[in-house]
């Protein structure tokens, strides 16, 4: 079943509405394309489901939300992303980058300039606000947990988020509506179009894990393409903190010989990138292939210079990365770099919220990612 078949205007909750915050408009226009076509393929005649908005701050740095059209009795559906750091704001005559806290309270004002007119309220936070802070050790915040009980507090009844560092985080929550998606036919579909000869089998082909946390999104890609799985373990000193986390030791190996095969390794986030590259370096000592990364979210918080000398040095062939974020001009012009398009995922996700209906009615990933690598094995294009 396609978006097609189920954007009816008559089976919708209500009107569709969709706000993008700061930083987000490019993803939000393509996410629109998609709806508008379903719609007139269903027989609308909608031209456009964006409404404009903005959060406008005094010199003082204090801020509010405005929405500049009614959105009365409107299935309301907002994209923000937290974690794009290019969004910039005035303050004392300074210019100040937003941070995820910006964000957040950018979407806060914004659902309060709704002012319960709304008849649903969803957010789509693909980076999931303090998600990173997934667990409790001594006295310590749990950010994300108390942002998801503000936002239901403030009426909001779904939230999607894509690829959660831990999507237990939804406990917090267990009344509201929380989809935690990954993107995985998406990412297979990008990884074979850039690379054409890559073979997806146990004689060519090897998932690895970077660490135990990543074992279930490497496990799934394992499983569905029948290949084996290895893993790393990250040996960490626990007797010291650096820049709020314990550092690694060493990175030691559990797993079937990896020499000769192409290697996937799949996370949610590249952000300094040293993980990853120590991997790597350590995955060629035992004679890999070629090495294609993956993470969700490709930030490079410490630049792009340690990955072009392992790109050039043969050690890296490719890093995928969605465009659920931030991506810097810079890390977009990188031959090594490919861009996982995720807005048509997004968009079926808003058409089956609504119309109330399951989202596996509209796409299923696991028989899409059959349909693929049949296509892939045969030889036919994709």
Same mark, same amino acid.
């Given at each position: 079943?396609?978006?097609?078949?189920?954007?009816?205007?008559?089976?919708?909750?209500?009107?569709?509405?969709?706000?993008?915050?700061?930083?987000?408009?490019?993803?939000?226009?393509?996410?629109?394309?998609?709806?508008?076509?379903?719609?007139?393929?269903?027989?609308?005649?909608?031209?456009?489901?964006?409404?404009?908005?903005?959060?406008?701050?005094?010199?003082?740095?204090?801020?509010?939300?405005?929405?500049?059209?009614?959105?009365?009795?409107?299935?309301?559906?907002?994209?923000?992303?937290?974690?794009?750091?290019?969004?910039?704001?005035?303050?004392?005559?300074?210019?100040?980058?937003?941070?995820?806290?910006?964000?957040?309270?950018?979407?806060?004002?914004?659902?309060?300039?709704?002012?319960?007119?709304?008849?649903?309220?969803?957010?789509?936070?693909?980076?999931?606000?303090?998600?990173?802070?997934?667990?409790?050790?001594?006295?310590?915040?749990?950010?994300?947990?108390?942002?998801?009980?503000?936002?239901?507090?403030?009426?909001?009844?779904?939230?999607?988020?894509?690829?959660?560092?831990?999507?237990?985080?939804?406990?917090?929550?267990? /009344?509201? =509506?929380?989809?935690?998606?990954?993107?995985? +036919?998406? #990412?297979?579909?990008? $990884?074979? %179009?850039?690379?054409?000869?890559?073979?997806?089998?146990?004689?060519?082909?090897?998932?690895?894990?970077?660490?135990?946390?990543?074992?279930?999104?490497?496990?799934?890609?394992?499983?569905?393409?029948?290949?084996?799985?290895?893993?790393?373990?990250?040996?960490?000193?626990?007797?010291?903190?650096?820049?709020?986390?314990?550092?690694?030791?060493?990175?030691?190996?559990?797993?079937?010989?990896?020499?000769?095969?192409?290697?996937?390794?799949?996370?949610?986030?590249?952000?300094?990138?040293?993980?990853?590259?120590?991997?790597?370096?350590?995955?060629?000592?035992?004679?890999?292939?070629?090495?294609?990364?993956?993470?969700?979210?490709?930030?490079?918080?410490?630049?792009?210079?340690?990955?072009?000398?392992?790109?050039?040095?043969?050690? /890296?062939? =490719?890093?995928?990365?969605?465009?659920?974020? +931030?991506? #810097?001009?810079?890390? $977009?012009? %990188?031959?090594?770099?490919?861009?996982?398009?995720?807005?048509?995922?997004?968009?079926?996700?808003?058409?089956?919220?609504?119309?109330?209906?399951?989202?596996?009615?509209?796409?299923?990933?696991?028989?899409?990612?059959?349909?693929?690598?049949?296509?892939?094995?045969?030889?036919?294009?994709?």
């Amino acid at each position: 079943m396609t978006g097609e078949t189920v954007f009816n205007q008559q089976d919708r909750v209500a009107n569709l509405c969709i706000l993008t915050l700061n930083g987000t408009q490019e993803l939000g226009e393509k996410i629109n394309r998609h709806l508008v076509s379903w719609a007139q393929k269903g027989g609308g005649t909608e031209t456009n489901f964006l409404v404009e908005s903005e959060c406008p701050r005094f010199s003082s740095g204090d801020g509010k939300g405005v929405i500049k059209s009614s959105i009365r009795g409107d299935d309301l559906f907002i994209l923000v992303d937290v974690g794009n750091y290019s969004c910039t704001y005035k303050l004392f005559g300074k210019e100040n980058a937003m941070s995820p806290d910006d964000h957040f309270q950018d979407l806060k004002r914004i659902i309060q300039a709704a002012g319960g007119k709304a008849h649903r309220i969803n957010v789509i936070m693909p980076l999931l606000y303090g998600g990173r802070q997934h667990r409790r050790n001594y006295r310590e915040s749990l950010d994300c947990a108390v942002a998801l009980q503000e936002l239901r507090q403030l009426g909001v009844s779904n939230i999607i988020t894509f690829d959660a560092h831990d999507a237990r985080v939804q406990n917090a929550v267990p /009344i509201m =509506g929380f989809d935690n998606v990954i993107p995985s +036919y998406q #990412t297979l579909k990008a $990884l074979f %179009r850039s690379y054409p000869d890559l073979q997806p089998d146990r004689d060519h082909l090897m998932i690895v894990s970077p660490d135990e946390g990543a074992m279930h999104r490497n496990m799934f890609y394992a499983s569905i393409m029948g290949v084996d799985l290895g893993m790393f373990y990250k040996r960490r000193d626990y007797s010291t903190v650096v820049n709020g986390r314990n550092p690694i030791i060493a990175h030691e190996y559990l797993g079937n010989s990896v020499e000769g095969k192409d290697v996937f390794i799949a996370d949610d986030i590249i952000s300094s990138g040293e993980s990853m590259l120590d991997i790597a370096y350590e995955l060629k000592k035992r004679k890999a292939g070629r090495i294609f990364a993956y993470a969700t979210y490709a930030i490079f918080t410490n630049g792009l210079a340690t990955f072009d000398k392992a790109y050039e040095e043969g050690v /890296i062939s =490719g890093v995928l990365g969605t465009n659920l974020t +931030y991506r #810097t001009p810079e890390l $977009l012009q %990188r031959p090594w770099f490919h861009e996982v398009d995720v807005s048509k995922y997004i968009a079926y996700f808003i058409a089956a919220i609504n119309h109330d209906v399951s989202v596996s009615q509209i796409i299923d990933p696991h028989e899409k990612i059959r349909q693929l690598l049949e296509k892939k094995r045969s030889g036919q294009e994709i």
